[in-house]
Each structure stands twice: as structure tokens, then as C-alpha cells.
């Protein structure tokens, strides 16, 4: 018979437990399928039919209007695209603000709220790399969601053989704003989706931000006397309120592009234009860095 | 009314320090209030575009989703309303309470805020400040009933309510006669109208028709969401 005491001697035995010795992917590898993880969660792939709902919607809602144009200007026997492709993206650019809205917290707070980040970073994958991941990802997505109109544009435009050399030159306009939206959006969204473990709030939160802001930049600037009978240069500087606007500005500015209505969004003088550039700049570079500070610590 | 389910209401939407993020909204229309009041434009286009399109036209939407979906919504996802469904509460009662909670914080967050800067902005002429603070009141109260009703029904409660606000009532109705007479925002603009002096705003929608409107979308989406929310299966994460 056994006593107590014999019985807990604390003796290990083998048991042929054997130890993984294949090879390891490393940390590269890890951050790669982070990437790839997050580019397909932002548009519901594999996940369930009713996550794909939204994002799919939203991308429609972006590449549909194109066509519509495309056959509005072959029918009608136009001589030029009726919309710039800069001035496409400030039109339909809020469908790009719900998508970045709905799928910021898709990609930050659902981690949080399993509170899954510390598995991630027991693994060879740094904070850095995990928040480098899923930036990519969101910038990545929305890249694809604000690029493919301008490409099924140029497409039509070329269709109904529109001068080749304008319209290559239009497209490029169209995607640097891209890509300068993509990249505050990403900083901006996952930046406070990062903030927040429920997704609701993350949502309203990006939304309200960005449409408030916006809505204020253009009461700021009627205060300013942007929109009387002689329009104040400097009223323009209320733009720099608003994430979207600035870059609206700044392109405008830079690029001659807008069109000629005297409520446009434009970046007043050189200085205007160093000034949006380096708000841009701080603002994307700052959220970044607010995401990175926030994971110091999970 | 269930004290101890509103209390703990109000702390899940209040507390930690999210009380801040939430007041940052009303402050900055009363810094544009203070900042309009020294400007040289015409007063009254100026409450328009404040009172009308900022308060009336983005705050009171956002403001009502946050509250409207954040008494409810949250709880539903992340599991933890099976603790309240669990306690013999009749679940009419759960849901009035979440929207008295609901409406006195779109209330406190909105409609008072409104009419603040209404004051500071025009002051008491022409029933400019009250007229908005009644519509705002009444839009606050519809839209968090609306968006409570979202919440139990959908998880996409913010995103679908988003689209209704933004794509709904500020994209189609801007561009359609009709889709103005289904908006909860005009419906407050009709109040507004009804109090503020003659002629000073103008409405698309009749007072009549505003009214009933208002009181079977707020009475429709309580009944429907207390429906729902007795029938309520709960899904894991997608």
C-alpha cells in the first residue's frame, strides 16, 4: 500500500513526448500570413457568407457607378469622361469610409476581445510586425477597393477612344489620391479600431469621426467667408480639419484637377501645399505610431 | 423602468472614460456656436447650417446610433445579455429601459447641446434655439428607438444604421422628393418648423404627417425589438 508521501515524490516520467524538429518559418513567414489573414478578413473571405455581405455591397457600390458612366458617355456620344477621376474618389469616397469603418475593427478589435494578441506575439512576430501586417492589410484592401473604378474608367475611356496621353495622366492623379487616402484611412481607422475591444463603438467612432470633421471643415470655411460672392483664400485652410478634405485639397492644388466650381476643396499657395503635405504626413505617421504605443502593452 | 438594468445600462455606455469621447461631440458644437456668434454672415443662414445640417443632420444621427446601439448592441455580442435574459424580467421591460437610458443620453448629448448653441448662436428670436431643440429632441428619441431595434435584429447594427443616415437619408433624400418623407430627420425638421417663427425654416415634411410618423417609428421599433428580443438566439463570432 502507498502513502501520501510516497505517492508525490514529483518524479517526471518520459513519456515519448518528442519535440517538433522540422523546419521553422520564422518571423517573415508569420507576418506574411498575417498580411495575407487580414486582406482576406477585410473582404470576408473565409469567412461566413454573411461577413462577405457588406463588403462586397460597398465594393459594388464603388465599381457600379463606373459602368454607369461608361454607358451614359457611349450612349449619349459625349467628348469627355463627366467626372475627373480624382473627382470620382471625393464622390464616392464615403463608401470607402464605411468599408474602412466596418473593417478596421474586423481586423484590430476581434484579437483584442479574444484576447489572442498575446498568442500572436509569443510567436517569432514582433508588435512592430503585427502591426505592420495589419496595416498593409487594410491599405491593401482599400487600394483594391479605390483602384479598380479608376481602372474600369480608363478602361471606358479608352473604349470610346478618348485622347490616350490626358487620360493615362488623369488616371495617375487619381492614383496617387488613392493612394494617399488609403494610407490615412489605414493609420487613422486602425488606429482607433486598436483602441477599443468592441467593434460597435470602433464603427461609430471611425464614421462619426470622419463625417464630422468633414462637415465641419466646410462650416469652418463658410464662417471664413469661403463661399461668398469673392471667395477668401484663406478660408481654405479650413480644410486641414478634415483628413479627407486636405487630401482633396492637395490634390486639387497639385494636380489642376477639380474642375472649375468655386467651392472646391484646394490647398491655398505653395505653403498650402507644404502645409497639407506635411499634415498628411504627421497625421498617417502619428496614428501609426499611436497603433504601435498601444500594443506595448496587451 | 428597471433601476438596476439602467444603471448598469448607463455604466456599460458611460463608463470608462468613454463619458470623455462622447462629450467631445457636443463641446465642439458649442465652440462652433461661440466661434459663428462673431462672425459677419447672416445669423439665420448660419443656425441653418449649424442647428440644421451639423446638430440636426450628423450629430443627432451619430450620437443616436452610439447610444441606440451601444445600450444593446454591445451587450448582444460579446454574450453577456444571456445574464440579463436569465433574470425573470419581462424583456418589454429590459428593452424600455435600455431605451429610456438611450434617449435620456441622446438627449443629454444632442437635443441639450442643440439648443445651447442655438442660444449662444441667435438667441431666443424668431424660436430659432427651441424650435431646433425640439426637433432635435424628438429626432434623438425616434432615431434611438430605430437604432436600438437594429441592434437586437442585426450585428451589423452601426453599419446598417450608417447607411440608413448617411446613404438613406443624406444621399437619396437629398436628390429624391420621396425618400424625405420616410427620413427621421425631416420629421424633426417639421417640429422644428411648427415652433420656430413663420417662414424662418422651411420643412418638406407636413407637421401632421411628421408626428404620426414619429410616433409609430418609435412605438413600432420598441414593440418589434421586445418581440425580437424574446425570440433571441445568440451567435458565435463569424
Redesign the interface.
Known amino acids: 500500500m502507498t502513502t501520501p508521501a510516497q505517492s508525490h515524490r514529483g518524479v517526471i516520467h518520459d513519456i515519448g513526448y518528442r519535440p517538433y524538429t522540422g523546419p521553422r518559418l520564422g518571423r517573415r513567414y508569420a507576418t506574411r500570413s498575417l498580411y495575407v489573414q487580414g486582406l482576406r478578413a477585410a473582404f470576408g473571405l473565409g ?2 457568407g ?2 462577405k455581405v ?1 463588403p462586397f455591397l460597398l465594393f459594388g457600390g464603388l465599381v457600379l457607378p463606373t459602368m454607369a458612366i461608361i454607358a451614359i458617355v457611349a450612349f449619349a456620344g459625349l467628348k469627355q469622361m463627366p467626372m475627373d477621376y480624382t473627382e470620382y474618389l471625393s464622390y464616392f469616397g ?1 463608401l470607402a469610409q ?1 468599408f474602412l ?2 473593417q478596421a475593427p474586423v481586423l484590430m478589435s ?1 484579437d483584442l ?2 484576447h489572442v494578441v498575446p498568442l500572436y506575439f509569443s510567436r517569432p512576430a514582433s508588435r512592430g510586425d503585427y502591426v505592420a501586417a495589419k496595416f498593409a492589410s487594410m491599405f491593401s484592401a482599400l487600394m483594391i477597393l479605390l483602384t479598380l473604378p479608376l481602372l474600369v474608367l480608363f478602361l471606358g475611356a479608352m473604349l470610346n477612344s478618348f485622347p490616350f496621353g490626358e487620360n493615362l495622366a488623369h488616371l495617375c492623379y487619381g492614383l496617387v489620391a488613392a493612394v494617399l487616402y488609403a494610407l490615412l484611412y489605414s493609420a487613422l481607422g486602425l488606429a482607433i479600431a486598436a483602441a477599443t475591444p ?4 470602433g ?3 471611425i ?2 469621426g470622419l ?2 470633421t468633414s ?2 471643415a466646410q ?2 470655411r ?2 471664413t ?1 469661403g463661399f ?1 460672392s469673392v471667395p477668401s483664400e484663406s478660408s481654405h485652410w479650413a480644410e486641414l480639419i478634415s483628413p479627407t478634405r486636405t487630401i482633396e485639397g492637395l490634390v486639387n492644388k497639385v494636380f489642376g484637377t477639380g474642375g472649375d466650381n468655386f467651392d472646391k476643396m484646394l490647398a491655398p499657395g505653395t505653403t498650402g501645399v507644404l502645409v497639407y503635405a506635411a499634415v498628411i504626413v504627421l497625421l498617417t505617421a502619428g496614428s501609426y505610431a499611436l497603433t504601435l504605443r498601444r500594443y506595448r502593452n496587451v | 423602468m428597471n433601476t438596476t438594468v439602467a444603471r448598469l445600462t448607463a455604466r456599460g455606455l458611460f463608463g470608462r472614460r ?1 463619458i470623455l ?1 462622447l462629450l467631445a ?1 457636443p463641446v ?1 458644437l458649442l465652440v ?1 456656436a461661440v ?2 456668434r462673431n ?1 459677419a ?1 447672416d445669423k439665420l443662414e ?1 443656425a441653418h ?2 442647428l440644421g ?2 446638430a440636426l ?3 443627432v444621427p ?1 450620437t443616436g ?2 447610444t441606440g ?2 445600450v444593446i ?2 451587450e448582444i ?2 454574450g453577456s445579455i444571456v445574464y440579463l435574459l436569465s433574470k425573470p424580467l419581462p424583456r418589454w421591460k429590459i428593452v424600455t429601459t435600455k431605451l429610456a437610458v438611450a434617449v435620456g443620453a441622446s438627449w443629454l448629448l444632442a437635443a441639450l447641446p442643440t439648443y445651447l448653441a442655438g442660444l449662444i448662436l441667435y438667441g431666443t428670436a424668431d424660436g430659432i434655439a427651441a424650435g431646433y431643440a425640439l426637433g432635435t429632441l424628438v429626432a434623438g428619441t425616434a432615431y434611438s428607438a430605430l437604432f436600438l431595434l437594429l ?1 437586437v435584429v442585426t ?5 446598417a444604421g ?2 440608413y443616415a ?1 446613404i438613406w437619408e443624406s ?1 437619396i433624400g437629398n436628390y429624391v422628393e420621396g425618400a424625405r418623407t420616410l427620413s427621421v430627420q425631416q420629421w424633426g425638421l417639421s417640429l422644428t418648423k411648427a415652433i420656430a417663427a413663420d417662414g424662418a425654416v422651411t420643412a418638406p415634411v407636413g407637421l401632421t404627417t411628421a408626428v404620426w410618423l414619429l410616433i409609430v417609428a418609435a412605438v413600432g421599433a420598441t414593440a418589434l425589438a421586445s418581440v425580437k428580443l424574446s425570440g433571441l438566439t445568440l451567435n458565435g ?2
Request: charged fraction near 15%; charge should be positive; proline fraction near 0%.
Open positions: 469567412r461566413s454573411k461577413s457588406l464615403v464605411i469603418a466596418a476581434r476581445r479574444h468592441r467593434r460597435g463603438f464603427v461609430a467612432a464614421m462619426g463625417m464630422i462637415g465641419l462650416i469652418v463658410g464662417l467667408g461668398s | 468613454r469621447i461631440v465642439m462652433i466661434i459663428a462672425s454672415i448660419l447650417s449649424i445640417s451639423l443632420g450628423t450629430l451619430i446610433l452610439i446601439t451601444g448592441a454591445t455580442e460579446d441592434g450585428r451589423h447594427a452601426v453599419i450608417l447607411a448617411l444621399l463570432e463569424e
